[in-house]
């Protein structure tokens, strides 16, 4: 199974706002086994959106899209993904009363008509309630492609995710990624970070080539961090896997190690 993330919003591309939930998705896909091999970042363009899909869709089973699914004009993403599969929009009635109850809890007793258009879905589409805010999860499914529509603000996005990972995602996978990080110290009159990554690398020679688990360096300001990931059909699976290897970069790193620590 293999994914990519689409995040929609000018504000993103402005540099307005960090893009964390790419982030966060990314992290998440991860621990579910589901290979993630794009991400993108596109404005509040019904063009560029539907071509961006279309590419998306052309060489990924799934697709995960945030953003674009609020009350204004510009928030085109389910019409774009409806006319990909050839649906339409039509008023959900369940949506509408959620809507209408969330705002009512703010004092607003008068539905807009920018606000009715939350309670639009596409023909077809598993709706996922919001429990935060007003603009429902979307996953929507044709043959062996699925589309995950998900709100722009993390705090509506991280719940929602959450849910369609119960209700379908977690099903896409049979396995699961462990990884372990392992933490290297410099020598006291020389830090690590300046000596960088390459000596590191030189000592772990042939370890770096391995496939399950696979092992690669990492430079960061405090240090090198050695990255140890394996694929299991469960995280004690995964860890099994990994045993010998974290053991060998054990051996050779030695008093280097700082600490080893599981990846949450």
């Given at each position: 199974m293999s994914a990519e993330i689409i995040c929609v919003g000018t504000e993103l591309l402005l540099g307005d706002i960090v893009?964390?939930?790419?982030?966060?998705?990314?992290k998440e896909m991860a621990k579910l086994g589901i290979d993630l091999y794009y991400h993108t970042v596109v404005g509040d363009n019904p063009e560029r959106l539907a071509?961006?899909?279309?590419?998306?869709?052309?060489?990924?089973s799934l697709i995960i899209i945030t953003g674009g699914l609020g009350p204004t004009k510009d928030d085109l993403t389910k019409e774009v993904v409806a006319s990909y599969f050839?649906?339409?929009?039509?008023?959900?009635?369940?949506?509408?009363?959620?809507?209408?109850?969330?705002?009512?809890s703010y004092g607003i007793f008068q539905m807009?008509?920018?606000?009715?258009?939350?309670?639009?879905?596409?023909?077809?589409?598993?709706?996922?309630?919001?429990?935060?805010?007003?603009?429902?999860?979307?996953?929507?499914?044709?043959?062996?492609?699925a589309v995950v529509m998900l709100p722009?603000?993390?705090?509506?996005?991280?719940?929602?995710?959450?849910?369609?990972?119960?209700l379908f995602i977690r099903k896409l996978s049979d396995h699961v990624f462990?990884?372990?990080?392992?933490?290297?110290?410099?020598p006291d009159e020389m830090p690590i970070s300046v000596i960088g990554e390459s000596p590191i690398a030189d000592e772990l020679g042939d370890?770096?080539?391995?496939?399950?688990?696979?092992?690669?360096?990492?430079?960061k300001e405090d240090g090198v961090l050695i990255r140890v990931t394996a694929?299991?059909?469960?995280?004690?699976?995964?860890?099994?896997?990994?045993?010998?290897t974290v053991t060998k970069i054990a051996e050779i790193l030695g008093q280097k190690i700082a600490w080893v620590r599981e990846e949450v």
């Open positions: 893009n964390t939930n790419a982030q966060y998705i990314s071509g961006v899909m279309e590419t998306a869709l052309a060489r990924s050839g649906k339409k929009l039509y008023y959900h009635e369940e949506t509408a009363k959620h809507v209408k109850a969330k705002l009512e807009t008509d920018s606000q009715r258009k939350q309670a639009m879905v596409p023909e077809g589409a598993l709706v996922i309630p919001n429990p935060v805010g007003l603009a429902p999860g979307l996953i929507m499914v044709r043959e062996d492609k722009g603000p993390p705090k509506e996005m991280k719940p929602l995710f959450e849910e369609c990972c119960r462990v990884s372990i990080n392992i933490k290297i110290k410099g370890i770096l080539d391995s496939v399950n688990p696979t092992v690669a360096t990492y430079a694929s299991g059909k469960t995280r004690d699976e995964a860890l099994l896997i990994m045993k010998p």
